[in-house]
């Protein structure tokens, strides 16, 4: 019999089994489909072996480098290439993001390549509102910007990049969720551009995500396979809707799993592999954040040669250039190549091959008080937080 049963086998539930399982216990994970691991996933291109989903991770806190360390994966940890991402504004041409600040937000208002993309009257704006004395701290990260910076700078700035990292607007996250230390240092500093300042020379330097050589999908097998060492149960093609059966203490590991799941928000993204010298000098960095507004319909896109070192290696010579969207393309490939197009103002004639995927992103649920739950409806999207969720939740079992 088992101890615990987990149902869904994304990165949470095999976080959450693995954790359970190294330390005695005997554990079952359900997976409804026929593979595991979730938005995680692996597909090949062009022949070469790309990340079909997540391909990077924040390194704050250390929690998934912790987890890649027992896993034997610590040496094949890789930063991103150093150099800025760019923003793609309503109007006007692409500019690099500006080089202080957090999730968009400046530690200075009116420094030159913030005002350089929403505006001196708006930079002016920003200053003026954020030395008013500091009150409550909003619960969501909209309407704290929109309260310390104004409407334009969410707008124009901080929304296009929490849309790339969150894949929401920030009206729909809580400022705790988008930093732990925010609404502290806010009130403590007494302004949000101080919190930022403070925030940002905290961090330990480098950058502030990271990748797994040869692509981050590379943590489903190796969970999978250390859970199975510790004796852990995978079941594919094994589908739940009563939860009432799994043996032991069940962990909700699926969005939705023993119950209607919440409307949750579709991603589509196009991958290329093309052939175009032009790119090897990233014209664009690593690649760009589209503001609402744009004439793309794109909402970023990643130049994903620019970014890895070890791709730009393995894709000899090609390039891959990653785009997202929120409303699915009629034609995903073709829009994908014009919209790749007009971001990195350069022609592509050579499209070697393409791929499209989506994925239904769930939305933030409240968790029963008679359920354990792991995964995005909690902890929220990103690997960092998911995993680290996972290991708390593991933990409080354990001690129980």
């Known amino acids: 019999m088992a101890d615990f049963s987990v149902v869904g086998g994304g990165v949470a539930g095999l976080v959450v089994a693995r954790r359970l399982a190294a330390s005695g ?19 090949e291109v062009g022949g070469l072996a790309l990340d079909a989903g997540a391909e990077s991770f924040a390194v704050r806190g250390g929690v998934v480098e912790a987890l890649l360390a027992e896993l034997g994966l610590a040496g094949d940890v890789v930063a991103p290439t150093p150099g800025p991402a760019w923003l793609q504004p309503s109007t006007g041409d692409a500019v690099p993001l500006p080089a202080t600040a957090l999730l968009g937000i400046p530690a200075d208002p009116l420094a030159a390549d913030v005002v350089r993309v929403v505006g001196l009257s708006a930079a002016e704006r920003a200053a003026d509102l954020d030395a008013l ?19 334009q ?18 009206d729909e996250l809580p400022v705790a969720r988008a930093h732990p230390g ?3 240092a806010v009130v403590s500093v007494g302004s949000l551009s101080g919190a930022v300042t403070r925030l940002r020379a905290a961090a330990p330097p480098g950058a502030a995500v990271a990748g797994i050589r040869g692509g981050v999908n590379r943590l489903v097998p190796a ?3 250390d859970l199975e060492r510790r004796g852990g149960d995978i079941r594919l093609g094994a589908r739940v809707d009563d939860l009432g059966a799994p043996e032991g203490t069940v962990i909700v590991a699926a969005p939705g799993a023993g119950s209607p799941a919440a409307p949750g928000r579709r991603i589509d993204l196009v991958t290329l592999v093309v052939e175009q010298e032009e790119l090897d000098a990233a014209p664009r960095g690593t690649g760009l954040l589209v503001a609402a507004g744009a004439p793309v319909n794109a909402r970023a896109l990643t130049h994903a040669t620019a970014k ?23 034609d995903p490939v073709a829009a994908a190549v014009a919209d790749a197009e007009a971001l990195l103002a ?10 499209h995927v989506f994925w239904m992103r769930p939305a933030a649920a409240s968790v029963p008080s008679d359920l354990i739950v792991v995964g995005e409806t909690v902890a929220g999207s990103g690997l960092a937080g998911i995993v680290a969720h996972a290991e708390r939740t593991a933990a409080e079992l354990l001690a129980r």
Do not use: I, K, N
């Open 182 to 184: 925010l609404a502290d």
């Open 308 to 330: 890895w070192e070890w791709l730009r290696e393995a894709a000899g010579g090609r390039h891959v250039v990653r785009l997202s969207y929120d409303a699915t393309p009629a």
């Open 346 to 355: 350069v022609r592509l004639p050579v499209v070697v091959d393409a791929a």
């Open 133 to 151: 004395p500091v009150g409550e701290v909003p619960a969501t990260l909209g309407a704290l910007v929109r309260e310390r910076h104004g409407a």
């Open 223 to 225: 969970l999978a396979d």
């Open 25 to 43: 216990a005997s554990v079952a994970v359900f997976e409804a489909s026929d593979h595991l691991g979730g938005t995680v996933a692996r597909h």
């Open 153 to 170: 700078m969410l707008d124009r700035l901080v929304a296009p990049v929490v849309h790339g990292v969150h894949s929401q607007h920030p």
